[in-house]
Nanobody
Framework: QVQLVESGGGLVQPGGSLSLSCAASGSIFSISALAWYRQASGKERELVAG???????NYADSVKGRLTISRDNAKRTVYLQMNSLKPEDTAVYYCKTVRTNGLTNWGKGTLVTVSS
């Protein structure tokens, strides 16, 4: 099993920045990819950004150029740097890991609110 704990959410004004962190523990040696998802009120959960153990990244079109995913293997942490935030970025952000056996683990989420 992999345990994930997100942090860094909060209230930010439009155009502002926020950095999210997701700390992993447990069977982290079996992780093949990590990702950030988000779920806005009344909407389905969607992929925001992903990164493989090899460092390859992918992003949703809506966040390209504004959000950046990165990881620190030594700290067992994956980050999401969010710049130029918009009200439509308001959502609960979840961290997800994919293990080599295909099983996934999710964190409990952290709320990001973009509002003036």
């Amino acid at each position: 099993q992999v345990q994930l704990v997100e942090s860094g959410g909060g209230l930010v004004q439009p155009g502002g920045s926020l950095s999210l962190s997701c700390a992993a523990s447990g069977s982290i040696f079996s992780i093949s990819a990590l990702a950030w998802y988000r779920q806005a009120s009344g909407k389905e959960r969607e992929l925001v950004a992903g990164i493989t153990i090899g460092g390859r990244t992918n992003y949703a079109d809506s966040v390209k150029g504004r959000l950046t995913i990165s990881r620190d293997n030594a700290k067992r942490t994956v980050y999401l740097q969010m710049n130029s935030l918009k009200p439509e970025d308001t959502a609960v952000y979840y961290c997800k890991t994919v293990r080599t056996n295909g099983l996934t683990n999710w964190g409990k989420g952290t709320l990001v609110t973009v509002s003036s």
